[in-house]
């Protein structure tokens, strides 16, 4: 405990040193350092080409909302869509001078600001601490040659999409140029880009395992087998690896003038150490979500909906300053609750019912993912808690584990195997190996810009941000004694990774039964409010 006092001291006291900058200074020196590190870790002569999100139709004339694409803006800090970044890994030379990435923006417009709101446009971008910004028009107009790169490093264009209707320099088009520029074949096969690419690189050592993950794949794919170097993989008796399939597979690979999958591994690497920047706003909006927890458990009363606890949850992030939730809010009682996403949030619990509250504040863009589990009515029945139970102390399994060098799937294990011996004691399942049927999902995953936030795959590090999120879901109708049916627990936190001891940065929302029948019998604000009768 002692540890992770001072672990957390010395963190806000590295955050108190950041604020001697204006946020606009230190946001301009984060976005630019997280270029600096991923040019430090790009193939020498590659270029690095990154794509904002496209705007999504809702309805007529009405968008979703416009969410930046998270890659994109953690290089950028640029929250508009239809722009392109280009990042080299060496200073280029032109006959304006040196430069080593450029920012193609969308241009002012006074017509469509007025309906829109402000554009940045190019003089917006060089505050932002580009040196190069271009208007989009050009990357269409004058694209760039990037045959004189060794490597062309993308991400997949699975969220390709024409946005708008007549307008010749729109993400589409960006992206449509781009991708004749580099040769992008009309008939790309991810799937089969990526076996190429683990066959290029197999070793001694994932050889059995790759063999059974590719024909995984073509069981679900079988035109896979199409692919002469998949089948004689495949189909290879040799006990080692057949090195002239490796041979052929990086032959084959030569002809796509592009990566496909470092930019993702490096940019994995890099967001899921959060920077001191980032843990003060990821910190604040897991607080945040804490509070709306404990907020609720005070105003709770079984007249009120899923979708009004919903919106008591809402209104605390933005009373607290967060734009967003960072993910739909799942807000479901009694059988609802063991709909894993469900988002409906639309019935009325019963008094009986135990309500599922999953929900993040998305704060200045880092959102939080915390859950707690309330007895409507504000006093857990025997089978409610003794499910609680479980799950708390699964919880606490993963938690405790949750350091640097443990893996998510080492703390997904920790807590199924409480929750296995806990539903066979309860004599829910007979066999422990079935506890899957009632905790089906794993245990963590990082949090950050994403909701699910990419990483590394690897042994955790310090400045991590995880949940630990076990659970027990028991649908009507399962095969157990009817008393436990409609009853769906998860209980999430999200852990700061350090050395040694997990720090809870949740841990504002009680999780112990105990501790939320007390805060459930504070009084709240709410308890006064009352609205008018509608007239029909
Ligand atoms: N809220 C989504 C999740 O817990 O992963
Ligand atoms: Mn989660
Ligand atoms: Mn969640």
Known sequence: MRSSLFYFFALCSFLGFAQSFSIDDEQIIFHQSRRDSLRSMMPKNSVAVVFANPIRNRSND???????????????????PHAVLVLYSSTQIDENGAYNEKLFVQERNARMEMWNGKRLGVDGAKKMGFDRVALRNEFIQSPLDFSTFEEVLIFDFENDERDLDNDPYDLYQL??????????????????YSIQQAIRSVTNENYVELKRQINRQINRDSTLLEDELIRAFVESESLDVPTDLKIKSAFALR??????????RYLGTLREEKTSFELKKLIRA????????????????????????????????KKYGAAYEGYPSIVGAGNNACVLHYIENNEAPTSNDLILMDLGAEYQGYTADVTRTLPVNGKFSEEQRLLYEIVYNAQEAGISIAKKGTRLDQITRATQQVVAAGLVELGIIENEKDFGRYYPHGAAHHIGLDVHDLNSYGPLRPNAIITVEPGIYIPDGSPCDPKWWGIGIRIEDDILITEDTPINLSEKAPRKWQEIEKMMRETSPLDQFKLPGLSQ
């Open 62 to 80: 009405v968008d979703f909302v416009y969410h930046q694409d998270p890659n994109f803006y953690y290089l950028t800090g640029w929250k508009e």
């Open 286 to 317: 897991i607080e945040i979500s804490a509070i709306g927890q404990v907020e609720v458990m005070k105003a709770l009363n079984p007249e009120m909906s899923e979708r009004e606890v919903q919106g008591i949850h809402e209104y605390v992030f």
């Open 255 to 264: 002809n796509y003038f592009f990566d496909i999958e470092k930019l993702e």
């Open 175 to 192: 992206k449509k140029t781009f991708k004749q520029s580099i040769g992008f074949p009309l008939d790309f096969n991810r799937t089969k």
